[in-house]
């Protein structure tokens, strides 16, 4: 494999943009090796500067849920550049996506359109802050809600991979009101409303993690914390930025059945332009400025290409719930080779799964928190993905990342990852 233009490239980026990335886990430091540079993707594939191709498990980190290049989503881009590229301005499509976002995600009654994820989180908190009239908030070690000061704190994603979790920058002031508390144990987050009694204006989380690798909630903790959070007067967010239109199409609030007070969106959102958006009940959405006091706004907030690349995308996923079952076909056909790959090598490292989202952890102890994710042997992990990359894999280059896969994997690419993670697996002994 080479990769002379990436190699290339990469030394000139350092010259002019930080680590020469703009994002830090594509820098590839976690696994080593120079980072490839992305010259096109289409449909399950993508294509490095050198013309190589891979087979693709990040798409996008989420957004590609069919796959690449979709016809219908590059149509929709088409057609909508005609009308010009962005007004400031309301338009018809931002309320066609607004109904249809509250249709089908079950605690969303209002919802705002943002940019990224990290607004979306940014401006729930605040929301809560303000509708509450309460300063705290918990998170959880290892979730990661975007790169807003507040959450910056035992941070998954990005954050751990680079070894910042805690990053500077944050000052002590904002740290002191997010309140930290391990994954999946409800006793922790008794303990901490009883030291801060009405002081917590609300709980984040991602309901089902995919930052610190893909962690899935105990039997009943979501229940759990939703009872706390009625009981207590704090706002449930889930933060299904990952999870949003992916595990179902009302994401992990419809799987389980458990519904927050809020809910922040992304990527799945966008059809794979930058769109996020926040929304829940009513009566707190109507805090949100103009209609109430707490002030958020964006100059580029439903922007009228990305409304239109969202629209057809969540259009199809409500229309075609069989979309669903393909993909977790795909995500099951795959985690059986793999776990018939493991036994047959003799290793028993962990695999969790949900749906069209995998981790595969590097240890033999099961993962169902930050503290368990870090066992996790990352030099291993390193040499797993440089020899499935070197396969034509394309793999998150972090341990603490979930996979996300796409209806565009066919049987057969399903048979060449099963084959190229035994062989990588036996080579990363
Ligand atoms: N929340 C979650 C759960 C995420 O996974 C991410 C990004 N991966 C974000 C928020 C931030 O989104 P963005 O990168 O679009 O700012």
Redesign the pocket.
């Known amino acids: 494999m080479q990769i002379t233009h990436s190699k290339a490239l990469f030394e000139k980026a350092k010259r002019y943009i930080p680590g020469g990335v703009n ?1 830090p886990v594509r820098a590839f430091r976690a696994v080593g090796g120079d980072p490839i540079f992305i010259k096109r993707a289409d449909g399950a594939f993508i294509y490095d500067e050198d013309d190589n191709t891979y087979i693709e498990l990040i798409n996008s ?2 957004p590609m849920i069919l796959g690449h290049n979709h016809p219908m989503i590059k149509e929709a881009i088409v057609r909508a550049l005609e009308f010009g590229t962005s007004y400031g301005a309301p338009t018809a499509k931002e309320v066609e996506i607004a109904e249809l976002i509250a249709s089908m995600v079950p605690s969303v009654e209002k919802v705002r359109m943002v ?7 940014m401006s729930a908190i605040r929301v809560a802050r303000g509708y509450t009239g309460r300063d705290k908030f918990i998170k959880m070690e290892g ?5 807003g000061d507040s ?1 910056l704190i035992s941070a ?2 990005g954050a751990i991979t680079m070894g910042n979790p805690d990053s500077p920058g944050v000052t002590k002031g904002t740290a002191k009101d997010t309140l930290l508390a391990p994954y999946n144990d409800l006793e922790a987050i008794e303990r901490l409303v009883a030291a801060n009694k009405d002081e917590i204006a609300a709980l984040i989380l ?1 309901p089902v ?3 610190m690798g893909l962690v899935l909630p105990k039997e009943g903790y979501l229940q759990g914390l939703r009872n706390i959070c009625t009981r207590e007067g704090i706002v449930l967010i889930f ?5 949003g239109f992916r595990l179902a199409k009302g994401g992990a609030q419809e799987l389980f059945g458990v519904i927050p007070d809020m809910t ?1 969106l ?2 799945i959102i966008g059809g794979g332009l ?1 769109v ?1 958006a926040y929304g829940g009940k009513k009566e707190i959405m109507e805090f949100v400025s103009p209609a109430g006091p707490v002030y958020q706004a964006g100059t580029l907030s439903g922007n009228p290409i990305a409304m239109a690349a969202g629209l057809t995308m969540l259009k199809h996923l409500n229309q075609n719930p069989e979309v669903y079952t393909t993909l977790n076909n795909i995500g099951d056909k795959l985690v059986k080779g793999f776990q018939t790959s493991l036994n047959k090598l003799g290793m028993n490292y962990t695999i969790n799964h949900l749906g069209s989202m995998y981790s595969l952890f590097f240890t033999d102890q099961a993962v169902f928190d930050f503290e368990s994710a870090k066992k996790s042997d990352t030099v291993r992990f390193g040499k797993y993905f440089q020899n499935m990359l070197k396969r034509g894999i394309y793999l998150a280059p972090s341990q603490y990342e979930s996979l996300f896969l796409s209806t565009a994997l066919t049987d057969d690419l399903v048979e060449k990852i099963i084959k190229a993670n035994e062989e990588s697996l036996k080579e990363s002994f």
């Open positions: 994002s980190w989420g940019n990224s994820g990290t607004e979306a989180t979730h990661y809600h975007g790169h959450f998954g994603s991602e993690p995919g930052n933060d299904e930025v990952m999870t922040t992304g990527k930058p996020g």
